[in-house]
């Protein structure tokens, strides 16, 4: 049994005409009381992170304006900067908790005096309601809470209206850290079915347009496809009251107005900038830029078993020697994230992930390989890439595609529209040969594994099947990682990986964001989203 207790503005004046509607609409401030102002290159597409084509982007909202019940601890990492520790939890709604002998069931005890922004008070009734939600909607979120675990409403019970009680289906290490992704927010239930219909029983189109949490942040403001206002919500009992009251996000496309707005202080905060930015904002000097490997993540040249060539495992392997990982590295990546080519052995020896692959850029071994197939004499296959994701895609393309050439694969290169990449990639999954990324919230390599190969998955993408790997994944998936068995299954999944390589790692990318000196209290989150909580501007601003 475990047993947790709580321990507990630039100026915009330069902005230019696209921020005075909303100039004019805020109140006037003092100077030292100016919102934090944060440039995004992606667009907000919906606050209810439970709603079907949500997009990443706006998994911030859940970050900021609703609950769970437990978050995750940080910790300082090697170069100074904070980042989540995904090995301890912390209370958020809930104060403490306790897990049954027999390890089925989780008791919560949820604080007494949080409330929701209308100042009805937060039940278990309302975490009730809320998860089974996130379990009975479909898609994405339903899979992430299936990832835990939880499956199904009858799982979930209100003791009381402060005691709240998951059985589960059965002992599983990724439950708890589960319940801290952006996934398990708490709604205002009451308010929520207030607003549902017999066609919408989830309210989805009200929360679409209207967050209804008791979080440190409300949504003042949502201009679709321009910005999004946050104003803090005074009452927050989950955490430290925010220092900031204020806090605009400015979606900006284009990275070179991005990277102006930084450089000049019309901006305090540029997330996710591409790495070349980030790299030559770091050698300017004049503004701080962390650089933070995603863990559990990485960007890959995919192989789809569906299409013939790829069905042979010495056609991926030589493909795999002839991608030329460093010029990549240095021309896509910018050096930026780890690079994930040239282990010296094809046996791991160590059970974690992503670990670099037994390959390095060698097209005599390539030639060799391919000479051994019935495609001695090359293929034609075109390389695909999504073009929301140009910034490093399309020159790591390039660069794949001179490569291929000299050993006789012929590509014409595919540029699919981000709006349609999801679809084509991972759910019809009907691309030949294609760069892809994904990056599992939960950091365990069994987790990685039951997403990206295993076929039928959303994130295979290669349509790869290998029957061992699958009764590692389904062996390790639920077991504690110091169970005895654990590591030596672990080591032989990725061995199997290293060797038929439906996947190429190229390298593991890192989320850039370029600051100005004023800001502290920047976190990194494996969700890849900004937490405004924890933000603060110190002295001059502007």
Same mark, same amino acid.
């Given at each position: 049994?475990?047993?947790?207790?709580?321990?507990?503005?630039?100026?915009?004046?330069?902005?230019?005409?696209?921020?005075?509607?909303?100039?004019?609409?805020?109140?006037?401030?003092?100077?030292?009381?100016?919102?934090?102002?944060?440039?995004?290159?992606?667009?907000?597409?919906?606050?209810?992170?439970?709603?079907?084509?949500?997009?990443?982007?706006?998994?911030?909202?859940?970050?900021?304006?609703?609950?769970?019940?437990?978050?995750?601890?940080?910790?300082?990492?090697?170069?100074?900067?904070?980042?989540?520790?995904?090995?301890?939890?912390?209370?958020?709604?809930?104060?403490?908790?306790?897990?049954?002998?027999?390890?089925?069931?989780?008791?919560?005890?949820?604080?007494?005096?949080?409330?929701?922004?209308?100042?009805?008070?937060?039940?278990?009734?309302?975490?009730?309601?809320?998860?089974?939600?996130?379990?009975?909607?479909?898609?994405?979120?339903?899979?992430?809470?299936?990832?835990?675990?939880?499956?199904?409403?009858?799982?979930?019970?209100?003791?009381?209206?402060?005691?709240?009680?998951?059985?589960?289906?059965?002992?599983?290490?990724?439950?708890?850290?589960?319940?801290?992704?952006?996934?398990?927010?708490?709604?205002?239930?009451?308010?929520?079915?207030?607003?549902?219909?017999?066609?919408?029983?989830?309210?989805?189109?009200?929360?679409?347009?209207?967050?209804?949490?008791?979080?440190?942040?409300?949504?003042?403001?949502?201009?679709?496809?321009?910005?999004?206002?946050?104003?803090?919500?005074?009452?927050?009992?989950?955490?430290?009251?925010?220092?900031?009251?204020?806090?605009?996000?400015?979606?900006?496309?284009?990275?070179?107005?991005?990277?102006?707005?930084?450089?000049?202080?019309?901006?305090?905060?540029?997330?996710?900038?591409?790495?070349?930015?980030?790299?030559?904002?770091?050698?300017?000097?004049?503004?701080?830029?962390?650089?933070?490997?995603?863990?559990?993540?990485?960007?890959?040249?995919?192989?789809?078993?569906?299409?013939?060539?790829?069905?042979?495992?010495?056609?991926?392997?030589?493909?795999?020697?002839?991608?030329?990982? !460093?010029?990549?590295?240095?021309?896509?990546?910018?050096?930026?994230?780890?690079?994930?080519?040239? !282990?010296?052995?094809?046996?791991?020896?160590?059970?974690?992930?992503?670990?670099?692959?037994?390959?390095?850029?060698?097209?005599?071994?390539?030639?060799?390989?391919?000479?051994?197939?019935?495609?001695?004499?090359?293929?034609?296959?075109?390389?695909?890439?999504?073009?929301?994701?140009?910034?490093?895609?399309?020159?790591?393309?390039?660069?794949?595609?001179?490569?291929?050439?000299?050993?006789?694969?012929?590509?014409?290169?595919?540029?699919?529209?981000? !709006?349609?990449?999801?679809?084509?990639?991972?759910?019809?999954?009907?691309?030949?040969?294609?760069?892809?990324?994904?990056?599992?919230?939960?950091?365990?390599?069994?987790?990685?594994?039951?997403?990206?190969?295993?076929?039928?998955?959303?994130?295979?993408?290669?349509?790869?099947?290998? !029957?061992?790997?699958?009764?590692?994944?389904?062996?390790?998936?639920?077991?504690?990682?110091?169970?005895?068995?654990?590591?030596?299954?672990?080591?032989?999944?990725?061995?199997?990986?290293?060797?038929?390589?439906?996947?190429?790692?190229?390298?593991?990318?890192?989320?850039?964001?370029?600051?100005?000196?004023?800001?502290?209290?920047?976190?990194?989150?494996?969700?890849?989203?900004?937490?405004?909580?924890?933000?603060?501007?110190?002295?001059?601003?502007?």
């Amino acid at each position: 049994m475990d047993r947790r207790t709580f321990v507990k503005g630039a100026s915009l004046a330069t902005l230019g005409a696209g921020l005075l509607p909303l100039l004019k609409s805020l109140p006037v401030q003092a100077a030292s009381n100016r919102p934090l102002v944060v440039a995004l290159g992606a667009s907000i597409n919906s606050l209810d992170i439970h709603r079907s084509g949500t997009n990443r982007t706006s998994y911030q909202i859940a970050v900021n304006c609703y609950d769970r019940l437990v978050s995750f601890g940080t910790k300082t990492l090697a170069d100074g900067s904070v980042s989540y520790d995904y090995n301890t939890l912390v209370p958020e709604l809930a104060t403490e908790w306790e897990t049954a002998e027999d390890g089925l069931s989780i008791t919560f005890h949820l604080r007494q005096d949080a409330t929701f922004w209308d100042g009805k008070p937060v039940t278990a009734h309302d975490v009730k309601w809320s998860f089974d939600r996130a379990v009975s909607v479909g898609g994405f979120p339903t899979m992430q809470m299936k990832a835990g675990s939880l499956e199904k409403p009858e799982q979930f019970e209100a003791l009381d209206d402060h005691t709240f009680r998951i059985h589960l289906l059965h002992p599983s290490k990724l439950t708890r850290p589960d319940l801290a992704t952006p996934v398990p927010i708490v709604i205002n239930s009451v308010a929520a079915k207030a607003e549902a219909t017999e066609a919408d029983p989830w309210a989805t189109e009200f929360l679409h347009r209207t967050a209804l949490g008791s979080g440190a942040f409300k949504v003042q403001r949502w201009d679709v496809g321009q910005q999004l206002v946050y104003e803090r919500n005074d009452d927050w009992k989950c955490g430290p009251l925010p220092a900031l009251q204020r806090v605009v996000i400015r979606e900006l496309p284009s990275t070179s107005t991005r990277r102006a707005l930084i450089e000049r202080g019309d901006v305090n905060i540029s997330f996710d900038i591409p790495n070349k930015d980030a790299r030559e904002l770091e050698a300017g000097g004049k503004l701080k830029v962390v650089s933070t490997p995603i863990e559990n993540c990485l960007f890959v040249l995919a192989t789809n078993l569906d299409f013939e060539p790829f069905k042979d495992k010495r056609v991926r392997q030589a493909i795999a020697y002839a991608v030329p990982y !460093a010029d990549i590295f240095r021309n896509a990546a910018y050096e930026r994230g780890l690079p994930m080519w040239g !282990a010296q052995s094809a046996k791991p020896t160590e059970a974690v992930w992503p670990q670099p692959f037994p390959y390095a850029t060698d097209l005599d071994k390539a030639k060799a390989l391919l000479a051994e197939t019935d495609y001695k004499d090359g293929f034609e296959v075109p390389l695909s890439f999504d073009l929301g994701q140009a910034d490093w895609a399309e020159p790591t393309a390039l660069l794949i595609q001179q490569n291929l050439q000299r050993i006789g694969i012929r590509t014409t290169l595919n540029k699919v529209p981000g !709006a349609n990449w999801r679809t084509v990639a991972l759910v019809e999954k009907k691309l030949p040969l294609h760069l892809e990324n994904f990056g599992g919230w939960l950091n365990t390599p069994d987790y990685y594994f039951y997403w990206a190969y295993l076929k039928g998955n959303l994130f295979n993408s290669s349509n790869y099947e290998n !029957a061992e790997i699958r009764q590692l994944v389904e062996e390790t998936l639920y077991m504690e990682q110091d169970d005895p068995q654990y590591r030596p299954k672990i080591l032989r999944m990725i061995e199997i990986a290293m060797d038929d390589v439906p996947r190429i790692p190229l390298w593991q990318p890192s989320v850039n964001v370029a600051m100005r000196p004023e800001v502290q209290g920047y976190q990194y989150w494996f969700h890849r989203q900004l937490d405004i909580r924890p933000l603060t501007l110190e002295g001059r601003q502007g």
